[in-house]
């Protein structure tokens, strides 16, 4: 495992290891970069330099990607337990970011469309105009060209 997480940080440990501090409290997020740079010892103006080269970069990438990567099992169970809040609009929001994140694009768009047809079904039976039956006229496009070839 942990040759595994080298090889996934490979740049970010080809780093100095004041290189390495910045790039975690960066990621962290709890102080300002001067407060990083006098915690480091170093200048800010020097952050700001590393900040530009494309291996600090590329290091500080990796390691946000490594780390949000170890944080999503956390996240998932997360998200299971807030199904399961007092309030509805939590409980709606949970479901709605899980079911975004796991349906594929297609399988999102076929829910969106069954919705508009209840919805639309729904709107004819409120006035009073029939059993609830839609016409629906689909406009599809496709990557083909426009004569359908």
């Known amino acids: 495992m942990k040759s595994d997480k080298v090889r996934q940080l490979a ?20 102080m300002t970069q001067e407060q990083i740079a006098d915690d480091v010892g170093v200048a800010r103006t020097t952050i700001s330099a590393w900040k530009k080269r494309e291996q600090f970069c590329q290091a500080r990438d990796e390691y946000s990607q490594y780390m949000l990567r170890s944080l999503t099992g956390e996240a998932v169970l997360t998200m299971k337990r807030l199904l399961n809040a007092r309030s509805e609009m939590v409980q709606f929001s949970a479901a709605k970011d899980i079911l975004d994140r796991s349906l594929s694009n297609a399988q999102s768009r076929k829910i969106s469309a069954e919705a508009k047809i209840a919805e639309a079904k729904l709107d ?19 990557r083909r060209g426009q004569d359908g070839n």
């Open 11 to 30: 740049t970010f440990y080809s780093l100095s290891g004041k290189q390495q501090k910045v790039i975690v409290m960066l990621f962290e997020g709890e």
């Open 124 to 142: 004819e039976i409120r006035k009073g105009h029939g059993t609830g039956e839609v016409t629906i006229n689909l406009i599809r496009s496709d």
